[in-house]
């Protein structure tokens, strides 16, 4: 069973520019999850899809972070305009439940550097 | 108060021996949990998930659950330096999941 995938694996941007990321889950995985995680800290949750849908976008900075779930399959997550807070590994997870008590795999990461 | 709590580490252990993470979760409607480790510059990999009270053994790895006391521990026994990673901690409620920020453990040969 193919695992969670993600590209790009790494990228740099300057400030202010916008980036985008991608993640395709775990194939009949119902819940997707974008997470950013800052070195030296648990993953933080971006936003929660469960099929289409959004779940939880709470801890998402909507002036700037935008997220979408085609299809109820592939997810892109878009920065724009980019900070310099934001460099980070962007993290996408899913599960098979369609609701956040069940296990969640992880894919590689982006790792985003902003300067 | 952070959701769940886990002490940063380092956690030193030699090789051979019995590695103890703990974690604590704020929480009392928690339902299920998780440990992951994580090695440097990778993703977070999935170990165990445990869901009701009491012990849950997989090879090496022992998962324990209090949910009384609100707290969850991960055992490792006859550690080897490839266990050297930080052990991420996760706890659901069904509705959200929570990740601590990690206890480093580091196995000396």
């Known amino acids: 069973e193919a695992g969670v995938a993600q590209s790009p694996r790494y990228k740099i941007i300057e400030k202010r520019q916008s980036v985008a990321f991608w993640c395709n889950p775990i194939?009949?995985?119902?819940?997707l999850y974008w997470y950013q995680q800052i070195l030296g800290q648990g993953p933080k949750l971006l936003i929660q899809f469960q099929n289409n849908g959004v779940v939880d976008d709470s801890q998402l900075p909507k002036d700037r972070f935008s997220a979408e779930r085609l299809k109820g399959v592939d997810s892109t997550l878009k920065i724009q305009p980019a900070k310099l807070e934001d460099s980070a590994v962007y993290l996408c997870a899913s599960s098979f439940a369609d609701h956040a008590g069940y296990e969640q795999y992880f894919g590689p990461g982006t790792r985003l550097t902003v300067t | 108060q952070k959701e769940v709590e886990q002490n940063s580490g380092p956690l030193s252990v030699p090789e051979g021996a019995i590695a103890s993470l703990n974690c604590t979760y704020s929480d009392r409607g928690s339902q299920s949990f998780f440990w992951y480790r994580q090695y440097s510059g990778k993703s977070p990999e999935l170990i165990m998930s445990?869901?009701?009270?009491g012990d849950k053994e997989d090879g090496r790895f022992t998962a324990q659950l209090n949910k009384a006391s609100q707290y969850v521990s991960l055992l490792i026994r006859d550690s080897q330096p490839s266990d050297s990673a930080t052990y991420l901690c996760?706890?659901?409620?069904?509705?959200?999941?929570?990740f601590g920020s990690g206890t480093k453990l580091n196995v000396k040969p």
């Open positions: 445990i869901y009701s009270n």
């Open positions: 996760a706890v659901s409620n069904f509705n959200k999941f929570y």
């Open positions: 194939s009949g995985h119902a819940t």
